[in-house]
């Protein structure tokens, strides 16, 4: 029989990584964490790592794919997808249960649904040959290749003519795309009513700045981090980035930043009923339970399997 991959998803601020955590102490596991974001170095407070979370009862608990690259390097869900295999590979290959958690929808999702990724070099004439094709054609072109599950592909010009290359490469060379080893799914999602959500995020919000989430992005700009490419991780490094550049007051940046994450978490519980719709069956957790009691329901569940 396959392995289990136990996935835990849920918005922003909805105490996932506490719940998968307090779930590898109950089952000798490890977390894989699925935030697009938490790859980076040095981006702790902003992309809320909560690395104290990893320590239950004294004992620390082994997570993978936080703090793996440069904030300078790009990352994506092809490196993703090579990065969650390497890991789940090894944490069952010791005999520990792997636990998959994050609120990144397209990462998630790519997992749970098995996207068939791929990767493929640069090629200068390809994308000559492009050239006289409108963005409507090439994504036409592009749909006609693969579902279009990152709608960030056909946002611009360059985004759709790397993608389009991609997929065309990968057509003629079939060793390009990732293929996921065997696995069963039990997936957990952590929702709460919304105005409860809200309140947990400005408190999140302002325990961040309190913690020095300002000086962290100060940090990172000292370090060299163009200030555009800060403002590119979206949410708290945008917002943070235009206060220290003077583009708006303390009280704006948090004001903007508020009302920022407030939407961010209504898309990514838009991307957990898209992934509902597609087919993907998500146990719901009420979030507002003692964790404790957030645990039983998930280890009730799990008797089931």
Not at 14 to 24: I, M, N, V
Request: glycine share 6%; hydrophobic share 40%; proline share 5%.
């Amino acid at each position: 029989m396959p392995p289990l991959l136990i996935t835990i998803l849920g918005p922003t601020a909805s105490g996932k990584t506490a719940l998968a955590a307090a779930l590898a102490a109950r089952l000798q596991g490890e977390v894989i964490s699925a935030d697009s974001r938490q790859v980076f170095r040095g981006m702790d407070i902003g992309t809320g790592k909560d690395l104290a979370d990893y320590c239950v009862q004294e004992k620390s608990i082994p997570y993978h794919l936080i703090d793996i690259c440069h904030p300078s390097e790009e990352y994506n869900a092809y490196r993703f997808m090579g990065d969650f295999k390497a890991a789940f590979v090894d944490i069952v290959s010791r005999g520990r249960q792997p636990i998959l958690c994050g609120g990144t929808g397209l990462y998630l999702d790519a997992v749970i649904r098995a996207y068939h990724l791929a990767d493929a070099p640069i090629d200068p004439a390809y994308r000559r040959s492009l050239n006289t094709s409108s963005d409507a054609e090439l994504t036409e072109r592009l749909a006609s290749l693969v579902p279009l599950h990152n709608h960030t592909d056909t946002e611009t010009r360059d985004r759709l003519v790397r993608a389009l290359e991609i997929q065309e490469f990968a057509q003629s060379n079939p060793d390009a795309y990732i293929k996921l080893p065997p696995m069963r799914h039990l997936v957990f999602g952590i929702r709460m009513p919304r105005e409860v959500l809200i309140a947990r995020i400005e408190a999140r919000l302002r325990q961040r700045l309190a913690e020095g989430m300002t000086t962290e992005v100060q940090h990172l700009l000292d370090e060299g981090i163009d200030a555009n490419r800060l403002m590119r991780f979206g949410l708290e490094y945008r917002h943070v980035t235009r206060f220290l550049f003077g583009l708006c007051s303390e009280q704006q940046m948090f004001d903007n930043l508020f009302t920022d994450i407030r939407r961010f978490s209504k898309r990514q519980m838009t991307w957990f009923r898209r992934m509902e719709r597609n087919g993907v069956e998500i146990h719901w957790i009420d979030g507002t339970l003692p964790l404790s009691e957030r645990l039983e329901c998930l280890l009730a569940e799990l008797q089931k399997v």
